[in-house]
């Protein structure tokens, strides 16, 4: 392969007690600032995967920060419940009250 037609970008690789640089042998296809990269090294490509993989860490953080701040709460939740469906004066069938029932089963697994 003509080096001029070859990806500039510089691989390092660490071994046990070694590192070892080489330069990436494919093809430099794709031009940036005047240097030529395969389409893995391309720097504005790079940015592209960089930018959707750091969206879908987001968007997956943000679903398991939700999920974290239920579980946090749900002790004290239960606990309201528990003050709520014993202290108002509900009537026998008041629809908030079932909910309350079935919140407090489903959490305490007596709701089968
Ligand atoms: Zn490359």
Do not use: F
Request: glycine residues 4%.
């Amino acid at each position: 392969m003509n080096d001029k037609q070859q990806c500039c970008e510089l691989i390092v690789r660490y071994g046990n007690l070694s590192r070892y640089e080489h330069q990436c042998p494919r093809a430099g296809t794709y031009e940036h600032d005047g240097k030529l990269y395969c389409k893995q090294h391309h720097p504005p490509t790079v940015k592209v995967r960089r930018d959707k993989a750091n969206e879908v860490y987001t968007a997956k953080n943000a679903v398991a920060m939700a999920a974290w701040r239920i579980e946090r709460a749900a002790p004290d939740l239960l606990a309201v419940c528990k003050i709520m469906v014993n202290d108002v004066g509900w009537t026998q069938h008041s629809p908030t009250r079932k909910a309350l029932l079935a919140a407090i089963a489903k959490a305490e697994g007596t709701d089968d």
